[in-house]
């Protein structure tokens, strides 16, 4: 692959390699306190708060999918950014904008908590209003900051950045996931039990001022001189250029179908624990917690592996092992057991949360890690003249096809409650919703999005995937790190990358 030609400012003035090092330093800091703001407000916080005042499965579904769909928004916003003359064409300061006022419905809706009384039927969707709102700003500065990175960060680095990037962000995530876990539980009722608005308000104000730290943050990252759009070029032929690519196209498709999984998996699973197990929110904080802790930990170590084998071969490989780990969601009752801790002595913990623990720091690793993977992809199959768009047409699929899975679970976990199942699995696990909505993530991620990453064909793939697969089942081999996987490549792909059309 060819070296990175020489960046440029918007002045003309040469970025050097220093400038470039301090901007992705500056970059990393800015994304510790961007996880902190999603931590706070659309981890969990939120969904426990729409089930607190009495939303339903479909209204949390439509809730998700109102901030997919919102995902659209990125195709208008990049086309007039593309319509901007050269000189106006501040990719930093046009996504500054929407972007800091993207953070601050965050503090009505902590408003609209202090609100909420018994009964109150419209303040659910009150709260999905808010949340589309903010997703439609967040999305209308998407592409500039994606095409910003995408012209930013050294190729050949690029996976080692982004892991490295992800390890630091997660001590933010956990950060925050811990503060968040435990204003909930501190903030109680004491009649009911249940979380006080004023925690919920708490969570949610806090979060918006460290959301809007990121963005201030954010501008002290270099930008690079944006490649121009060739004059005259037909808005409809601009729209349709990323998806003519065939691999570009394939890649949007599998990670729509990723999209789809992820909206089912997290939220509506902790809805699950939350109504047939003795969990508390610290609990969920805690397994929330170590699920960015295994993120933390793989990070870095899975971005340099990408930067041996190639992102399409390590996604693949974690399409095929990261759905193994829901199989823990079919071990679990509502039993306690007690652990003999020295210092502390004898604690009590739910059998249902000491099952996801190991499960949950699994799955953090290897799910995480399919997002960075996506990053560097998208910057190799897509061209930089009008990456903008390729990015906006991208992240648009991307969430119309996820939208399907918000509604899909929420549909489902509403016909299981109108219609309990008293099955029991083997292990004494009662038969519910989820383990419907782990079925159907296991075909979309199996059957969809697997075979579609493996027909993709990038310029820095360095082992073929069947390969690498073999070497990592061997045995023998077992013991050895996956960062020595490594073959020689063909002839075809040692040709430097080529340009896109």
Not at 90 to 113: D, E, F, N, Q, V
Not at 377 to 399: E, P, Q
Not at 411 to 440: E, N, R
Request: charge should be positive.
């Amino acid at each position: 692959m060819p070296s990175q030609p020489e960046l440029l400012d918007l002045h003309s003035r040469p970025i050097t390699e220093l400038d470039i090092q301090r901007s992705l330093r500056v970059n990393i800091v800015a994304g510790f306190f961007g996880t902190l703001w999603m931590a706070m407000t659309i981890n969990y916080s939120l969904t426990l708060f729409m089930e607190a005042i009495g939303a339903s499965g479909v209204m949390i579904g439509l809730m998700m999918t109102a901030r997919q769909i919102m995902v659209t928004v990125q195709i208008p916003s990049a086309l007039i950014f593309e319509n901007l003359p050269e000189h106006r064409g501040s990719r930093k300061r046009r996504w500054s904008i929407p972007a800091l006022a993207h953070r601050l419905p965050w503090l009505i809706i902590a408003g609209l908590a202090l609100c909420w009384k018994p009964g109150a039927s419209w303040l659910p969707w009150a709260v999905i209003v808010i949340v589309g709102l903010s997703d439609l700003l967040a999305n209308a500065s998407a592409p500039m900051w994606y095409s910003w990175m995408a012209d930013l960060i050294p190729h050949k680095t690029a996976g080692a950045f982004w892991g490295r990037r992800q390890s630091i962000a997660t001590i933010g995530a956990l950060l925050g996931m811990a503060l968040a876990g435990f204003l909930l539980d501190r903030f109680r009722v004491p009649a009911t039990g249940k979380t006080s608005a004023l925690g919920f308000a708490l969570v949610f104000s806090i979060g918006a001022v460290w959301g809007a730290s990121d963005i201030l943050i954010h501008l002290k990252v270099k930008e690079p001189r944006r490649t121009p759009i060739a004059p005259g070029t037909a808005i409809a032929k601009r729209l349709l250029a990323p998806l003519l690519n065939r691999d570009f196209l394939r890649l949007t498709l599998a990670m729509g179908a990723v999209a789809a999984s992820m909206s089912m998996l997290g939220p509506f699973g902790l809805i699950y624990l939350k109504r047939n197990y003795p969990v508390t929110y610290t609990h969920i904080a805690a397994l929330s917690i170590i699920g960015s802790l295994g993120a933390a930990c793989a990070s870095f170590s899975m971005g340099k592996l990408m930067d041996r084998i190639g992102p399409r071969v390590l996604c693949a490989i974690l399409l095929v092992v990261a759905p193994l780990t829901s199989a823990s969601w079919f071990f679990i009752n509502t039993s306690y057991v007690t652990l003999h801790l020295p210092w502390i002595g004898d604690w009590s913990v739910p059998q249902a949360v000491l099952n996801q623990a190991f499960a949950s720091f699994l799955g953090g690793a290897l799910y995480s890690a399919i997002f960075p993977c996506q990053l560097r992809l998208t910057a190799l199959l897509s061209n930089t003249s009008g990456r903008t768009m390729a990015m906006a047409v991208h992240w648009s699929v991307i969430g119309i096809v996820g939208s399907f899975g918000s509604i899909l679970g929420g549909t489902i976990m509403d016909w299981f409650s109108a219609h309990p199942q008293h099955y029991l699995f083997p292990s004494g696990t009662s038969f519910s919703f989820y383990h419907v909505i782990l079925g159907v993530l296991a075909l979309l991620l199996w059957g969809v999005s697997l075979p579609l990453i493996l027909s993709i064909r990038t310029p820095v793939d360095r082992a073929p995937f069947g390969k690498t697969v073999a070497r990592i089942i061997n045995p023998f081999n077992v013991i050895r790190s996956l960062a020595s996987l490594r073959w020689p490549v063909d002839e075809e792909e040692e040709e430097d990358e080529p340009t896109r059309k």
